[in-house]
């Protein structure tokens, strides 16, 4: 069905009740924009054909029910590659959204994954309750290098969001007190530290196009825009502007694919 938002006249193209028997937690389209995944606390991931020109769905539903928790985020690789997770098992989990079938799940996480991102396909990064970020290599299907998210005296808290720049080496993680660290990827090196929401929780972060910015949305209700490069050069100095802020909490942020807006 469709219509208009009430409060700000935006018009809804698509909408389905009852999608999942409980909330939904997680949504990601694939690269092509022809497939949406959901997410929800009724331990379900559900994939829909769409037909993004006349906003409607193609094909059959595929359901997959192999989580034992609520699905907390969902990322896909390539295309046909979907990977999910969240709490129950505390593993990673690597589907075909094509065959639909489960193809492998990676163990190794000692609490809830938040987070989920990928770089060309062969390198998948994941956040956790746990306060580690693990990196996996699908090549041979193991976990090749485990972060830590703790730093100086303030010790562990839990990772809520990933994100890597442009070219794969920087990654930006938010943590649950606020606290969002810069690491090399390459060495799995922590660069620097910065606080863009003060202390409350950094929900949500994501690089620019242009790997200078970092947006992140915060459960202050703010929407903050971080200089990178400035953290990085002059951590004295700054680098942080609040864009906008929300009646409440901000759960996640996205920029558009070609314009610069979120």
């Known amino acids: 069905s469709s219509g208009i938002n009430a409060e700000y006249g935006l018009p809804v193209l698509f909408k389905r009740n009852r999608h999942h028997k409980g909330s939904v937690y997680a949504l990601s389209w694939n690269p092509s924009g022809n497939l949406i995944a959901t997410g929800s606390n009724d331990k379900s991931l559900i994939v829909v054909g769409f037909d993004s ?9 595929r359901e997959f029910s192999f989580h034992k928790g609520t ?9 046909q590659t979907m990977l999910s997770g969240g709490g129950g098992d505390n593993l990673l989990h690597v589907s075909d959204v094509t065959k639909g079938v489960e193809v492998s799940a990676y163990s190794g996480h000692t609490s809830a994954i938040h987070c989920i991102t990928s770089h060309r396909g062969d390198t998948i990064l994941t956040g956790s309750e746990d306060a580690t970020i693990r990196m996996w290599d699908r090549r041979s299907n193991t976990c090749s290098r485990v972060i830590g998210a703790a730093i100086g005296t303030q010790g562990n808290s839990a990772v809520t969001s990933l994100s890597l720049n442009h070219y794969g080496n920087l990654l930006c993680a938010a ?13 799995g090196k922590l660069l620097a530290a910065f606080s863009p929401h003060s202390t409350a929780t950094c929900k949500s972060v994501q690089f620019y196009k242009n790997p200078r910015y970092i947006l992140s949305g915060s459960y202050d209700g703010t929407i903050a825009l971080t200089c990178a490069e400035q953290v990085l050069l002059s951590p004295e100095v700054p680098a942080t502007e609040i864009l906008g802020t929300h009646r409440d909490k901000v759960t996640n942020v996205t920029w558009h694919p070609k314009k610069q807006a979120f």
Request: include cysteine; aromatic fraction near 6%.
């Open 175 to 187: 943590r649950e007190d606020g606290l969002c660290l810069l690491y090399d990827i390459d060495m």
């Open 53 to 61: 020109d006349n906003c409607i769905t193609v094909g059959t539903d």
């Open 71 to 79: 699905i907390r985020d969902i990322h896909f690789s390539c295309d």
